[in-house]
């Protein structure tokens, strides 16, 4: 269960339209802490069906105001999943899924490339969930995590070419993420397991690690991060020797921070201004000064808001 050291103050991002927005995520920016997020609406041009639209806005006091990143085509109205890669200027790489009727596919989009799809063993597979690796600068755009036929996590590798072509199956799971911790890859991965679905039928499970070796291979016994915690989504962020990990729990939402995943986390708990709201999207963004902090309140609701928290990066063992 969470510690509950402290309470983490969280304030609302003045966006317009919040109830449209269904994914957010932190990356470094140029003058601070950047917060992506997406709406997804009707086509308003002649083509008809559905477009995503991804755009910025600094998170710092005085920041620049929203600015649109990218608009994905698509056919059928749910939002797809994204990841987004740091970048020395926006706007910031991406890979998301795009539905192909019963399947789903994978696609990269930089500031240089137009829309690349993945390649897989099979033109009959299909993958969600895709992830960039994170905490590595050389390695961001080299390692793409997806879940393949919503079972298994899958690696994909990029060629020399700039291709991806998928690597190996990773785990049985619903959920994952690699990072860079120190000179260690470390692969984050939700378990599912009975019990009730939150929100729009998110599945409740456990929080899994384990150590990825040569070719990133898992090796050792993978353990659990949070041990008797329910965990619906996660992420997880590192900086030098640092780690966090930001988890929506059957409980609330959880920062849990450390120096090592080899003794127990010290976990944190969010101010609540009003009981019962779920929150949903977490993203974490750790850096040399402090920890931030993003959600979704009530997503797909009238009263659904952004949140956004800090918290400084202090020694863990103190």
Known sequence: ?????????????????ASAIS??????????VALLYSMTRASSGPR???????SSIGTMSGAQPSSPLW????????????????????????VYEKALGATYALVLRTAKRADAAFAGDSPFESFTRPRFVKGSEDDHLRVVTAICDEKS????????DGRYQKHAKLCDCSDALILKHGDDFILFYKVTVPGPVRGKLLQPGKLMYVKLGKDFAPGGVPKEVLPGSVVFEFDAAAHESNLAILATTRAGTVLALG??????????????????ELASSPSVLLT??????????????RQ????????????PGH
Not at 48 to 54: C, K, L, M, Q
Not at 87 to 94: C, G
């Open 259 to 276: 120096s090592s995943l080899l003794v127990p986390l010290l976990e944190e708990t969010f101010e609540e201004k009003q009981k019962g």
């Open 71 to 94: 608009v994905i085509s698509q056919m059928l109205p749910p939002p797809p999943s994204w990841d987004a890669a740091p970048a020395p200027s926006p706007p910031y790489p991406i």
């Open 23 to 32: 994914r957010v995520q932190l990356v470094p920016g140029e003058k601070g």
């Open 48 to 54: 008809r069906g559905y477009e995503t639209s991804i």
């Open 153 to 160: 996590a899958v690696l994909f590798l990029q060629e020399p």
């Open 288 to 301: 040399d000064s402090r920890v931030d902090v993003a959600m979704i309140e009530s997503a797909q609701t």
């Open 304 to 315: 659904a808001r952004v949140l956004i928290g800090s918290v400084a990066a202090a020694d």
């Open 1 to 17: 269960m969470p510690n509950a050291t402290i309470q983490i103050p969280l304030s609302a991002v003045p966006l317009e339209d």
